[in-house]
């Protein structure tokens, strides 16, 4: 449960930033030493390309959290032990809750207070008592292939199967959904989408939030 009692109200504010939440920076370079290695949650962040189904440019991880409004305890519980995308991810939720673009009820609308066809009626949604647990799901990488003729074939982009570590494309950005694990019951999934970019090599890939100074390098095999 959240510290303090809120509603869903809580979903268009934006969370106030920690005095002592640092922004988390790369080496200089991905050949400098690295950063500790990722908690077990985190340690499915990785775009498996073996995942990314013929003519696809999505390759879905299995990550998916349930975190608690507003201070992300079980995110801030990994940074504890240095996991850097523990504290990467509650610092980019944080820095997005309530600002830019709202959450949005998936194929209805964007939640607004002010709503002149009464979708977002006070008194049945904003007034209600929300429980505090927040989802991440969706997790996915962006996939955009060399030559799609190759990677429908399984080969990378030199023709060989084995001979290209990226596999015959390019991972550019990490996107996942963020919003309230539950919802009333005459509501449906309430959500927005958060986008990384994500600078894919051969033998590493990084993320970054492009609206901060947010950025991970994570080596892959």
């Known amino acids: 449960m959240p510290p303090h009692p809120t509603t869903y109200r809580s979903l268009l504010q934006p969370i106030p930033p920690l005095p002592n939440l640092l922004s ?49 305890p079980e995110l801030k519980e990994g940074q504890s032990r240095q996991c850097p995308l523990c504290r990467f991810l509650r610092k980019a939720i944080r820095s997005q809750w309530g600002v830019g673009r709202q959450m949005e009820e998936w194929g209805v609308g964007v939640l607004r207070e002010r709503d002149r066809d009464g979708t977002w009626d006070d008194e049945s949604f904003f007034a ?39 596999m015959g494309g390019m991972v550019t950005s990490l996107l996942m959904e963020v919003g309230p694990a539950t919802t009333p019951e005459e509501y ?21 939030h492009s609206s901060s100074s947010c950025q991970y390098y994570l080596a892959c095999s």
């Open 24 to 72: 988390l920076t790369s080496p200089s370079s991905p050949s400098t030493p690295s950063l500790p290695p990722p908690c077990t949650h985190c340690a499915l962040l990785f775009p498996d390309r073996r995942r990314a189904t013929p003519n696809s440019t999505i390759i879905p991880t299995p990550y998916t959290r349930t975190l608690t409004f507003p201070s992300f």
């Open 128 to 166: 209600v008592a929300w429980d505090g647990r927040v989802s991440v799901r969706k997790v996915r990488f962006e996939f955009v292939p060399f030559d799609t003729t190759t990677v429908a074939e399984g080969r990378g982009r030199d023709g060989e199967g084995d001979g290209d570590a990226q």
């Open 188 to 208: 449906g999934d309430i959500g927005k989408v958060l986008a990384f970019k994500v600078f894919d090599s051969i033998g590493e890939w990084g993320i970054r």
